[in-house]
């Protein structure tokens, strides 16, 4: 196609070349010389765009040794792309050109059966091309192919119940990191479902002593069931959910507890149902608890953030215009709100703020990640709490000054500088948005 466009651009260049008889006769030299607006040139000159002026130049080719350099060629130009002024086609020709033009085949073009047939001869098909490469020794392999010998290998590893060799955790790392990158794809991780993964690999890891394993067997459940919602009915339906919580309250590591909230956030997450069954009186119960383990306060403000997701789902799917009524029914029953207020979910997410203030005055995302997350649910569920809370307005102050004290003292780079005072502004919108105006520096 891109063919036809420069001949037609050819024709048209030669109309104008023609329609140009009353102007002067452009005498071509070996400098560079200025074209007038519609001036005619003879063929075979070196053409360019001058950037300073805007306007065309045109002089003499220069001559090679080898004389090899063709009569059309075109300078190069920064900024610029040229036009071949070669040789034009007659006029006669423009019906021609049409008419080839009119007869390219559409989108819609399709072979008859014979020269289907004819294409298909000259080309070899997947079966095949797969039988040579093992009569070389080299085998292709689909995703399932892969998928099968990753759960046979899995099976013979627990069988030696060598789990504890370092080139047996070595292997596994790899293993699972093969799953993984299978499963990102949704018909993979059908397909791990089907195949009876969780059963074959991932309870069996989620049940031995080692932790590096339950870590691998958690992150892979979360990356199946993640935006999967027939992963998502599975895993409910063999009691994923409950056995997750379960999961979370015997932990004491932090990066156990890490990887099993990415598991369970990935399950909840636009998924109503699950919501209403897993997050009653006991499940927050086993949830919440996590914010008082002697774990790492990056992992904690996990659950914060998990919990105003969930929020934000459940608003938008109220609120939202485009939401149909069978979604917005199905959020409405899980009351997630009311079920929050009930748990006393505001009250004990402040405390834990202010329980951990030493450990934000040491953090700046970890400040910025928590701080956006509260003030997300504070208009629709905590505003009544927050705003009577002294624990809570003095955790914000604290927070306020010490990011005036870094920013006093601050000698980085200025995105670093731009940083801190986003978080600053945050604090204080988030101030203003409690308590309507904002706190004293002095209010101690």
Same mark, same amino acid.
């Given at each position: 196609?891109?063919?036809?466009?420069?001949?037609?651009?050819?024709?048209?260049?030669?109309?104008?070349?023609?329609?140009?008889?009353?102007?002067?006769?452009?005498?071509?030299? %070996?400098?560079?010389?200025?074209?007038?607006?519609?001036?005619?040139?003879?063929?075979?000159?070196?053409?360019?765009?001058?950037?300073? /002026?805007?306007? +065309? #130049?045109?002089?003499?080719?220069?001559?090679?040794?080898?004389?090899? =350099?063709?009569?059309?060629?075109? !300078?190069?130009?920064?900024?610029?792309?040229?036009?071949?002024?070669?040789?034009?086609?007659?006029?006669? $020709?423009?019906?021609?050109?049409?008419?080839?033009?009119? $007869?390219?085949?559409?989108?819609?073009?399709?072979?008859?059966?014979?020269?289907?047939?004819?294409?298909?001869? +000259?080309?070899?098909?997947?079966? #095949?091309?797969?039988? %040579?490469?093992?009569?070389?020794?080299?085998?292709?392999?689909?995703?399932?192919?892969?998928?099968?010998?990753?759960?046979?290998?899995?099976?013979?590893?627990?069988?030696?119940?060598?789990?504890?060799? $370092?080139?047996?955790?070595?292997?596994?790392? *790899?293993?699972?990191?093969?799953?993984?990158?299978?499963? &990102?794809?949704?018909?993979?991780?059908?397909?791990?479902?089907?195949?009876?993964?969780?059963? &074959?690999?991932?309870?069996?890891?989620?049940?031995?002593?080692?932790?590096?394993?339950?870590?691998?067997?958690?992150?892979?459940?979360? /990356?199946?069931?993640?935006?999967?919602?027939?992963?998502?009915?599975?895993?409910?339906?063999? $009691?994923?959910?409950?056995?997750?919580?379960?999961?979370?309250?015997?932990? !004491?590591?932090? #990066?156990?507890? !890490?990887?099993?909230?990415?598991?369970?956030?990935?399950?909840?997450?636009?998924?109503?149902?699950?919501?209403?069954?897993?997050?009653?009186?006991?499940?927050?119960?086993?949830?919440?608890?996590?914010? @008082?383990? @002697?774990?790492?306060?990056? *992992?904690?403000?996990?659950? *914060?953030?998990?919990?105003?997701?969930?929020?934000?789902?459940?608003?938008?799917?109220?609120?939202?215009?485009?939401?149909?009524?069978?979604?917005?029914?199905?959020?409405?029953?899980? @009351?997630?709100?009311?079920?929050?207020?009930?748990? #006393?979910?505001?009250?004990?997410?402040?405390?834990?703020? &202010?329980?951990?203030?030493?450990?934000?005055?040491?953090?700046?995302?970890?400040?910025?990640?928590?701080?956006?997350?509260?003030?997300?649910?504070? !208009?629709?569920?905590?505003? %009544?709490?927050?705003?009577?809370?002294?624990?809570?307005? &003095?955790?914000?102050?604290?927070?306020?000054? =010490?990011?005036?004290?870094?920013?006093?003292?601050?000698?980085?780079? +200025?995105?670093?500088?731009?940083?801190?005072?986003?978080?600053?502004?945050?604090?204080?919108?988030?101030?203003?948005?409690?308590?309507?105006?904002?706190?004293?520096?002095?209010?101690?």
């Amino acid at each position: 196609m891109n063919l036809f466009t420069i001949i037609l651009y050819g024709v048209l260049l030669s109309v104008s070349c023609h329609g140009a008889q009353n102007k002067t006769q452009f005498v071509a030299t %070996e400098e560079w010389q200025e074209i007038e607006e519609g001036q005619p040139i003879p063929q075979g000159l070196h053409v360019r765009i001058n950037l300073q /002026t805007g306007k +065309k #130049e045109a002089k003499l080719l220069e001559k090679e040794n080898n004389d090899t =350099q063709s009569t059309g060629s075109l !300078s190069t130009v920064p900024g610029e792309g040229l036009q071949d002024h070669g040789t034009a086609l007659p006029y006669d $020709n423009i019906g021609k050109l049409k008419e080839a033009l009119e $007869n390219i085949p559409g989108d819609d073009f399709k072979y008859n059966e014979e020269e289907l047939k004819k294409v298909k001869s +000259k080309f070899k098909t997947y079966d #095949e091309i797969k039988k %040579e490469l093992k009569d070389v020794n080299l085998e292709v392999k689909s995703d399932s192919d892969i998928m099968s010998a990753l759960f046979e290998r899995f099976a013979e590893i627990l069988k030696s119940k060598n789990l504890a060799e $370092n080139a047996v955790k070595a292997e596994l790392d *790899v293993m699972f990191e093969d799953l993984q990158y299978l499963v &990102h794809q949704i018909d993979n991780a059908n397909e791990f479902i089907d195949r009876q993964g969780l059963e &074959h690999i991932i309870w069996p890891s989620l049940n031995q002593t080692e932790s590096t394993l339950k870590i691998h067997g958690l992150k892979l459940l979360g /990356t199946v069931v993640q935006n999967n919602p027939k992963a998502k009915v599975a895993l409910f339906e063999r $009691n994923g959910g409950s056995i997750l919580l379960t999961k979370l309250s015997q932990s !004491s590591k932090s #990066e156990e507890i !890490s990887a099993g909230l990415y598991a369970f956030g990935s399950l909840v997450r636009k998924f109503p149902f699950a919501q209403s069954e897993l997050l009653n009186p006991h499940g927050y119960s086993l949830l919440f608890d996590v914010l @008082n383990k @002697n774990i790492e306060l990056r *992992v904690k403000v996990k659950i *914060v953030k998990l919990i105003t997701d969930l929020v934000q789902d459940y608003e938008n799917a109220l609120t939202g215009k485009e939401v149909d009524a069978t979604t917005r029914e199905r959020y409405e029953s899980t @009351n997630l709100k009311e079920g929050l207020r009930k748990a #006393e979910y505001c009250g004990r997410v402040g405390e834990f703020f &202010h329980q951990n203030k030493a450990g934000f005055l040491q953090d700046e995302n970890l400040t910025e990640e928590c701080v956006g997350a509260l003030r997300s649910v504070r !208009s629709g569920l905590c505003q %009544e709490v927050w705003s009577k809370c002294p624990l809570f307005r &003095h955790t914000l102050l604290v927070l306020r000054n =010490q990011l005036d004290t870094r920013l006093d003292e601050w000698n980085g780079d +200025k995105d670093g500088r731009d940083y801190l005072v986003e978080i600053q502004q945050a604090i204080d919108q988030f101030v203003e948005e409690l308590y309507g105006g904002s706190l004293p520096k002095d209010e101690l």
